[in-house]
């Protein structure tokens, strides 16, 4: 049971353009979300978080947009650069803050140059 | 200022085998978090270790024991080893139980193959 869905397998952008990554969580437990980045062969990095109590985040050229109705997340890159290209992943923590992540399945991003 | 270092970084092992799978927290961090991706999934949680104790598990059967150490560095067991323990196993060490104050730094991996 996928409590964490990233639905858009690829996303494809023109460097300087706008990137948009969405994600979509069932659990309303879910109160602390997280976007992790992945380069091949490295682990995944931290990116930006963001609380329930809150509906936006912002961290440089990177927010997060929380709409608890909708159990929806999305994150922002303005303006995208090549060294952004990377799979981004999306991951949710249960109420009790714990580090039992629930991550989705992943987004690859290019930015082409 | 290392990081989270895991070793080894591949690993074959065949079927019905057990293997070891090793990590070192970054420094200042005492928690380790052990987390499974397989092939085109998301890093799925196995367990987590604290004071030399597991503190939360995930839905993963009793094949998969850890362990951690004084020092907080920690072990993956797993036993009986199928085809479908193939992944990559990463391990995440952060300061404290909660994620709120300590978002997870994850290593690099250990792939493991089971043939």
């Known amino acids: 049971d996928q409590q964490v869905k990233q639905n858009s397998p690829s996303l494809s952008v023109q460097e300087g353009r706008i990137s948009i990554l969405n994600c979509d969580y069932t659990?309303?437990?879910?109160?602390?979300f997280l976007w992790y980045k992945k380069y091949p062969a490295e682990g995944p990095t931290f990116l930006i978080s963001?609380?329930?109590?809150?509906d936006k985040n912002e961290d440089g050229r990177f927010t997060v947009f929380l709409n608890k109705s909708a159990k929806h997340l999305s994150l922002h890159i303005v303006p995208s650069q090549p060294g952004d290209s990377a799979v981004y992943f999306c991951?949710?923590?249960?109420?009790?803050?714990?580090?039992?992540?629930?991550f989705g399945t992943g987004t690859r991003l290019t930015v082409i140059p | 200022d290392a990081g989270v270092t895991q070793s080894p970084t591949h690993l074959i092992k065949t079927r019905g085998q057990q293997v070891t799978l090793r990590c070192s927290p970054k420094?200042?961090?005492?928690?380790v978090s052990w987390y499974q991706q397989a092939l085109g999934q998301g890093p799925q949680f196995i367990f987590q270790?604290?004071?030399?104790?597991?503190?939360q598990r995930g839905n993963f059967p009793d094949r998969f024991s850890g362990h951690q150490f004084p020092n907080y560095s920690s072990e993956l067991n797993v036993n009986a080893l199928l085809l479908g323990d193939s992944a990559l196993y990463l391990c995440?060490?952060?300061?404290?139980?909660?994620?709120?104050?300590?978002?997870?730094?994850f290593g690099n991996g250990t792939r493991l193959t089971v043939t």
């Open positions: 659990n309303s437990m879910f109160d602390y």
């Open positions: 420094s200042g961090h005492d928690t």
């Open positions: 991951a949710a923590s249960p109420k009790t803050g714990a580090n039992n992540l629930f």
């Open positions: 270790y604290y004071e030399e104790e597991e503190r």
């Open positions: 963001i609380s329930s109590i809150k």
């Open positions: 995440a060490s952060s300061l404290g139980l909660s994620s709120y104050n300590s978002p997870l730094h």
